[in-house]
């Protein structure tokens, strides 16, 4: 087994080492992810003739090796469409069993399924889960924030702007969002809920260059909400010049607005390309609460969602050095590059 490159062969050993050990061949069959029919083949074999029983001369059933172009395209075809744009009815989603068809269907080579899995691997496809991304954004907008706007913004290196501050809203619920955590092995964690969704509403801004955080928790979002949050950043920066950073709410393009910033012109709006969350730091901030105290967690009450938000703000205020390097970004070659 030591010796062995081949993994098919490391298989056949492990069955034999198995067996030998007094393991049921049913117990076998699940450690091993085979068929009971394929062990007891294998212990025939090796009974009859030994470890040579074991070697597999001739590989077994039709070739279905694809040539290199043929499994290019094939990559580009699962990388590009969803199964039902080649044919597929109501199809959306690769899986195995869909791809030896298509592969039979379009190249004539009968696959099965664990050959078709080992074909993924040579191709260096995982099988992985997606993500989304805003359809509606508009990479050259963001290309421009990234590569001219926000470069122009970095005056605050040479005293033209004092204080750069990014800010966004955030709904925090009671559950919000499961992740991978570590569990009894074939068990899961079981979260239990009443179905209902409460949560708190949350304001916050991240200075740029210092790493302060000012926040807020309102009952909602309103421009009048967000009139009071201005009023507090006002407050904490009470002199100096302030460029603020934020999203295209409705409510950051309020009629409400333009009297207190007519009132203070040292605070100025520098809005961010439509749909680029990405492009926002406090968009980190909202995932680094979340996955400390929301995720994988179910809150009986509203007030205890409070409390622990606010132990989580209390606490990473106290560390402005590591907010700036968990959050802050810089945009090198028009592209964002985190610093973690």
């Known amino acids: 087994m030591k010796r062995t490159k081949d993994r098919r062969m490391y298989e056949r050993l492990q069955t034999i080492r198995f067996r030998m ?27 009859e003739k030994g470890l040579e029983g074991l070697v597999m001369k001739v590989s077994p059933g039709k070739s279905s090796r694809l040539t290199l172009e043929q499994r290019d395209e094939l990559k580009q075809v699962i990388m590009n469409q969803v199964p039902a744009d080649v044919g597929f009815t109501a199809k959306f989603n690769w899986t195995l069993k869909i791809i030896a068809e298509y592969i039979e269907r379009c190249y004539g080579f009968s696959y099965s399924l664990r050959g078709v899995s080992k074909l993924m691997e040579r191709m260096n496809m995982s099988f992985t889960r997606p993500t989304y991304t805003l359809d509606a954004a508009d990479p050259e907008k963001q290309k421009e924030f990234v590569e001219v706007v926000f470069p122009a913004l970095k005056k605050v290196e040479n005293g033209e702007i004092d204080h750069l501050l990014f800010e966004d809203e955030s709904m925090i619920r009671d559950y ?52 009071t949050f201005l009023h507090q950043v006002r407050a904490a920066y009470p002199t100096g010049k302030i460029t603020m950073v934020l999203d295209n709410a409705r409510i950051h393009h309020a009629k409400l607005l333009q009297p207190f910033l007519n009132e203070n012109p040292r605070l100025t709006f520098v809005f961010l390309p439509p749909y680029s969350p990405k492009l926002n730091v406090v968009e980190g901030l909202w995932k680094w609460l979340k996955s400390d105290v929301i995720n994988n967690v179910f809150y009986h009450t509203v007030s205890d969602i409070r409390k622990n938000v606010h132990a989580f703000m209390t606490s990473i205020m106290e560390k402005p050095a590591e907010i700036i390097d968990r959050l802050c970004v810089r945009m090198e070659s028009g592209e964002i590059v985190e610093h973690l």
């Open 176 to 227: 919000q969002a499961l992740q991978r955590t570590w569990f009894e092995k074939g068990k899961q964690r079981v979260i239990p809920t009443t179905g209902k969704h409460r949560g708190v509403k949350l304001l916050s801004t991240v200075d740029y260059c210092s790493g302060q955080v000012v926040w807020r928790e309102d009952e909602q979002y309103t421009a009048e909400t967000f009139l």
């Open 21 to 47: 050990m007094g393991i049921p061949i049913s117990q076998i069959s699940l450690m091993l992810c085979l068929s009971e029919k394929t062990l007891r083949k294998y212990i025939h074999a090796y009974e």
